[in-house]
């Protein structure tokens, strides 16, 4: 995996993983809209059909996570990865997002390393990081999908992974109405139906005209605020200029030219990473040496010996790491972990 690549993996990992919480305080200034029953609300989220937009969205977290040393030498590898990994998800992140035609989008991601955008036009698909100049460039084979639209990073993307992953069933209800970019929306909330999970509940924020997400919020069991939340703060329903879907290195850029698998796998775990459980109790892990932790002052500094490994507990993720240096990682207490591993 090219290295822009695996920089948008910390964000997409926690969703997917997550997969469910959040509860925040409803606007008291929204509009009314029409009376539907949490049923009626999940269906309009299930059929939104993405038409071409243009908006600003906000992502901010408080994951409980301990502060990062400030003392610890620059090992890079291993390290240089978790360090990366704790910064997306421990810092607050604003973008763009841009849909356009079939296959058109296009997402800024700006945070303490620069900017980052993802862009797709039909088939053809460019990473590019300012922070290095590197960019990674890649077909999608002919037969294949790709959703709308892009990274986690979007309330969009995040709610379609979550209603991926809960499973079985949540329990739904609806809050009174907010507003979200200027625009009144229903207030859904899914909440576990087990206590085998880190996730208290997960609020979307469902426009009221489109059935489009606006806002996901995601709250640890036990809290008041969200741990991790992505919301638009800016929307303009109407189709982008279409030359800000066409991109091109900039002088000097490191590319990487890709090939992506002919089919696409059957399962969300890719090589080498295995899935036990699922929704809310879903645990991923990777192959044993994926981490190398014998020389780790970072890792050792972050995690907490306890039996099978060393483990990192927040409140709402949990990272068990074997002497062997498997890695396994859920929404779940890491009791759950170790009974996994």
Same mark, same amino acid.
């Given at each position: ?5 695996? +920089? ?36 309009? =989220? ?21 502060? !990062?040393?400030?003392?610890? /030498? &620059?090992? *890079? ?28 989008? +296009? ?8 900017? +980052? ?42 709610? &379609? ?10 329990? !739904? ?14 207030? =859904? ?21 489109? *059935? ?34 066409? #991109? ?35 645990? !991923? ?23 099978? *490994?060393?483990? =990192? ?9 074997? /002497?062997?240096?498997?890695? #396994? ?6 009791? +759950? ?5």
């Amino acid at each position: 995996m090219s290295r822009t690549w695996t +920089r948008w993996m910390p964000a997409a990992v926690a969703a997917l993983v997550v997969a469910g919480s959040a509860t925040w305080a409803g606007s008291a200034q929204a509009d009314e809209l029409p009376q539907r029953t949490p049923d009626e609300v999940l269906t309009m =989220l299930a059929e939104y059909d993405v038409q071409p937009f243009s908006g600003e969205f906000e992502q901010s977290s408080d994951l409980g996570l301990p502060e !990062l040393p400030s003392d610890l /030498p &620059d090992s *890079g590898g291993d390290a240089a990865a978790v360090s990366s990994a704790l910064d997306t998800l421990t810092s607050d992140h604003h973008g763009r997002v841009y849909v356009g035609g079939e296959d058109q989008f +296009r997402v800024q991601s700006f945070d303490t390393f620069g900017e +980052r955008d993802l862009i797709a036009d039909g088939n053809q698909v460019w990473a590019y990081d300012s922070s290095d100049n590197s960019a990674t460039h890649f077909t999608v084979p002919q037969g294949q999908t790709r959703q709308h639209p892009g990274p986690s990073t979007t309330p969009q993307a995040l709610a &379609d992974q979550v209603l991926a992953a809960v499973q079985p069933s949540p329990k !739904l209800s609806v809050r009174e109405n907010v507003e979200v970019a200027g625009r009144t929306a229903y207030a =859904l909330v899914l909440t576990p139906r087990t206590e085998d999970t880190l996730v208290g509940e997960v609020s979307i924020a469902v426009d009221g005209e489109t *059935g489009m997400p606006l806002r996901v919020a995601i709250t640890a069991t036990g809290q008041d605020h969200p741990a991790l939340e992505v919301a638009y703060t800016d929307l303009t329903m109407s189709a982008p200029e279409s030359d800000l879907f066409s #991109f091109s290195p900039p002088a000097g850029a490191d590319v990487e030219q890709v090939t992506p698998p002919q089919h696409q796998p059957s399962s969300t775990a890719k090589k080498g990473q295995h899935v036990f459980g699922t929704g809310w109790q879903t645990v !991923l892990s990777c192959a044993p040496g994926a981490v190398d932790v014998s020389d780790s002052p970072l890792v050792n500094q972050l995690t907490t010996a306890v039996d099978g *490994g060393r483990a =990192l507990s927040t409140d709402l993720l949990s990272v068990l790491i074997t /002497p062997q240096g498997q890695v #396994f990682l859920g929404a779940v207490p890491v009791e +759950r972990l170790q009974a996994v591993a």
